[in-house]
Every structure is written in C-alpha cells, then in structure tokens.
C-alpha cells in the first residue's frame, strides 16, 4: 500500500497539518551601534594584526569580515563570532604564526580584556528578542510518555514510527520534526491499538471514565431528566480532551467527538466502554494531541498564554503532557506568576517523571547516543556487547538525574567523588559493584565527572584505538563550548599515510600539525586529547599502550602545562563560565525546541551570570531558564509571503 490514507479522519487530519506548521524566524537586525574607546583602543590593533586577511576584500578568510564592527555594543550583539575571535587570541591561534609582525602580550592582553569586557556587560537597554518556535511535534519519547499519562497505555513507538531528525545536537527541535506521508499512516494505526487497549486498561477509569451508565455518582434529583449514554460520553471526553489538548477544549470540538462517538455506538451495539475507542481515536490523531501548537499573536512579540506555558515546562521537564495539577495552574491563570511558576517547576523537578530530562537530555547533550551504532573491535576489547555499551550510557543518565534530584552544583558534572556502576562497569573501572547500578564513593582522582566516565571516552575512540582528536574536539565542544571549525576538504588523513603509521602518535601528531590547513585546530585539540591517553578505547585506565608508556603530558596554546588527566581536568574545572555559559546554551535549546541563536547570547550569559551567584545550583539554573524572556514569550512570523 502506498502513502495514501482513506480514513476519512486521517484525510481531515492531514487538511489541518499542512494549516497548523509555522516557518523559520526571521532574525532581527542589530541595533545601531554607538561610538566607544573600541575605535581608538581596539580598532588601530585590528587594523595591524586582523584585517589584512579578515578585512573588507571581496573573500575575506573564514568568511569574517572585522572591519564592519564599530563599537562595543557591537561586540556584544555578535557574541558568538567574539567568543571565537576571543579564543583565537587567548590561545594564541590568532594572528597565524607565519603572520608578522607578531603582537606583543600587551598587545594581545589589551584587545582580550577589551572583548571579555564587552561580553560580560549586559546591556538591560538592548532589545529583547523571543525568536519563534514553529509547531512542534511530538517526537517518539514524547508521544510514548504522552501516551502513558493520557490513557495508561505504554505504547511503544520505536518499532513502527520513522527515527526523529536532529537539530542542534536534539531530537526535540520543531524545524526539523516533519511529518512525512508514512508518519501519518502510523498514527492512524497506532490510534486504533492505543484504543483498544486503553478502553480495557487498569486506569480506565481513572483516566477515561470518569462518568459513566451504571457508575458511582449522586442520585439524579427528583423531576431531572436522566442522563443519556450521549451525556456520560460529554463528562469523560470534556475532560479527556482538556488533558489530550493541554488546553480547554472547546464546545465545538467536544461536538465533532460526540459524533464520533454517535457512530461508535451504532458500531458496538450500544456498548458504552467499547463506543468510547472512535472518539479516543480521534483525539489520538487530531493535530492538537500531536502538535504542540501555540497561537499567533496579533503584534510582533507576546506572551505565552497559561496553557502553553504549561506545555512548554511539561515537555522541557517531562517530556509529556501536563499533569492535571499543572492544568489547573494555567486554567486558573496563576501559573503566569513568578512565585507560582517557580513553585510548579520545583515540584516538577522532584516528580519521578523528572527522570525523562535525565534520560533524553544527556545522551544527546554529551553526544553518547553514538555508542549504540559504534562496533569495537571485538579481538581487543570482547567485552564491548550492546549490554556494556547500554551500561555506560546508563552510568551518565543516573549521574544527571543525581545531580539533578539532589540539586548539586552544576560543576560537579566536571568532577566529583560519586558515580554509579553495576558489576560490569565496576570490573572495567577496577570497582567493586553489583548486579544492579548503585551510587558508590570515589577515592581514587582519575574518574569523576563526565571527562572521564567510559561512554563518553569510548564514543570519542576509534574501534581499535583511542582517538586524541576526537576526544579534543568533544572537549571543546560540550565543555568549553568553543568548537572547533570542520575540517577543510583537501585536509591529510593520517589513515591515508602509510609512512606515518609507523611513528610514535605523538610524532604522528606532529607531523599532521606541519600541515597549514591542519595547524590551527589541532594546536587546540591534539594536547587535551593526550592528557586522556591513559583511557583506552572503552574507558579502562592503562598505564602502557603496546607494551610503552603512555605518554599524556602535553601544553596547551595558552601555554598551561599538564601531565595526565589528574592535573588536565584540574585546568579544565577552572573553566567555569565556559563550561556554564555552554551548559546553559544546550539546556535552553532542549527547552526552547529551537536552536539558540546570536540574538539569545544576552539571555545566556544573564542567566549563567544569576546561576553563578547562586552557587550554581542545578535547580537555579532550571528556574532562570524557565523564567526567562525566550521561554515566556514568542515572536511573531515576520516572512512576507
């Protein structure tokens, strides 16, 4: 069978689909910039060190042109194109060192302070931008645990619905969940098994059948008119469709689904529980059950309305719908108070559904959901089965939702004295564990935090050997939030050099840093990832590497030396804004369902900024995210068509 659907509610469903998506939103442009020292104390060395190649010429390099900044605000208002600008200067990637004359230290001291400055100033008379989030559908974890809370049905979607794309590093951003032809088919057959299930669960009637013929209810008073079949169905989908909506749900809507449930009666010879499964259908496949859709408003920015904030918090902490006490927040208009807000978030975080940020945020957030579809080579490393990959993933999962229950300070997911490990994983580390993963004290310094933790070293390793640049890259990446850039085309491959296979790695190094096009990112990478060499592939420590010792002393480009991972994470703990301002950066993507853009920069660092004063506390962080000016208010598609 093709694409095509008969059903006659799947062929209005897919009318409504096409009327409910939102697009893309247009960036603002920057505000005028206003005239500073940046003109007589940072432009006159730009001018000697930066602009010959990244200059007004027709192709300037990296496709950065330094000469139409102005100001200090205009620093501010690029803050991701200066983070860079600033990492190349500290670690003095920039200007190249074939590039003379060379600027002094004093030189290089006067324009990072300058842009450090710039960047840490808060303009609180910038504009605020809420940027747009387009309809979201639910992805796979969503719908399941949507599933569970609306019916009590744990479907399981994975076998049947197309894989989610990523966008920015996420499964859950709006952009990129389409909904192909075949993904709507499966909605309409997973509504119809949903359904009859859910009308024979154990929380029937808890959560379907409220109100139903021959139920537990006050006697109808004397001379009222008895309740009909048609009446109990109203009662229980009323409050079936708030629920399935996150919304209340409207007279006109509850009308359609009685019809629905007009023609199910007929079908099952007047059983009421049984008439119930078209109308539940029919919620199943609506697009408000299966977009989170939030209304256009009539000017250009506007706040969230109760209930939508209410899905955005759910979906961000639960990956699943609001409970009904958080309904009756929004119903009641309270949840748009601060006090009220944070007091639902607080007692979401403590919930045990809490566990779905855990479990769906860190896989994805330190880039180990990899390790699923990696294959080690098995002659070397025999005990890297599915189970023990399984195992290592879980190991960070449970670390989060530790950090995130007990509410510890955020840079603990740099270093700490605890872990979690069953047997297994207990064995590779040189533990002692159990059959089942328990939170165990750490005496010994190399392990501790996620830098060290085996699912993140064996997915940044080749499957027969450790990987520096990898293990580099990830750290710039989900640590320090300064990528590198990808890699250029005719870039060597040390795979492709047969001559090069035969050095030692730290020459191997050496020689592919000789390459000009290789040089400057690998200056960055190639010594963090020596200082992980006592990791093999999978994560297990080793003090020899073919029968030598490993050799994980290196200098990094801001000339800090280090010897091993001890003295490495050490260097790397006191990175503290970078890793909060990065953390921060990923966590409002997660919440947003968008990616954060330039416009956004100010809202990050006022929220690590606040988070920081409040000792970095987990919670903290949450609330400041939910709290803030992107999460409570939406802005306006600004395309012309």
Known sequence: MGSRISTPLAGIFVALIFGAFGVAPLHP????????????KIQPLLGKFCYKCHGPQLKPKADLNLTKFSSESSIRENRKVWKEVLTKILVKEMPPEDFQPQPTQDERDSISRFVETALDRIDPNAPKVAGRVVSHRLNRVEYRNTIRDLLGVDYNPFNDFPHD??????????????????????????????????????????????????GAEAPAAPGAKPKTNRDYAKECLTKLGTRAFRRTIQSDEIERLLKLYDAGEKMEGGDFEKAMKLPIRGLLISPFFLLRIEAEGFVDTYPLAPFEVAGRLSYFLWSSMPDDELLESARSGKLLNNKELEAQTLRMLKDPKAFALADNFT??????????????????????????????????????????????NVLTFLDSDFTFVN??????????????????KLTDPRRGGVLTMA??????????????????????????ATPPPPPVPDAANLKDDPEAARLPLRQRMEKHRADPNCASCHKRMDPIGFGFENYDAIGA????????????????????????????????????????????????TYALGRGVEAFDGPVVKSIADTVTKKDYKFSALILEIVKSYPFMYRQKDRVKK
């Open 29 to 40: 442009q920057a505000a005028p910039a206003s005239q500073d020292s940046y003109a007589t």
């Open 423 to 440: 047997d297994r994983l207990a064995r590779l580390y040189g533990l002692v564990g159990s059959g089942t993963f328990q939170k165990i």
């Open 541 to 588: 420590w080793r003090d020899q590497d073919q029968g030598k010792p490993v050799d994980s002393a290196a200098e990094l480009p801001d000339g800090k030396k280090f010897n091993g991972p001890i003295e490495l994470k050490k260097i790397l703990k006191e990175k503290k804004s970078e890793f909060l301002e990065g953390f921060t950066e990923k966590l409002l």
């Open 455 to 480: 699912a993140v070293l064996a997915a940044t390793s080749d499957p027969d050997r450790t990987s520096l640049v990898k293990r580099g890259k990830w750290v710039l990446e989900t640590i320090l």
């Open 363 to 408: 896989p994805q957030w330190l880039q180990i959901r990899r390790l699923e579809d990696m294959r080690f080579d098995a002659g070397r490393f025999p005990g890297m089965d599915p189970s023990m990959k399984k195992d290592m993933i879980q190991e960070a999962v449970l670390y989060f939702d530790a950090v995130m229950k007990e509410d510890l």
């Open 165 to 214: 794309d990523l966008g920015y590093g996420f499964d859950n951003i709006g952009d990129v969940l389409s909904m192909p032809p075949l993904l709507l088919e499966k909605y309409v057959a997973a509504a119809r098994k949903i359904a009859d299930q859910a009308v024979v669960g154990k929380e029937k009637d808890k959560l379907i059948f409220v109100s139903k013929p021959g």
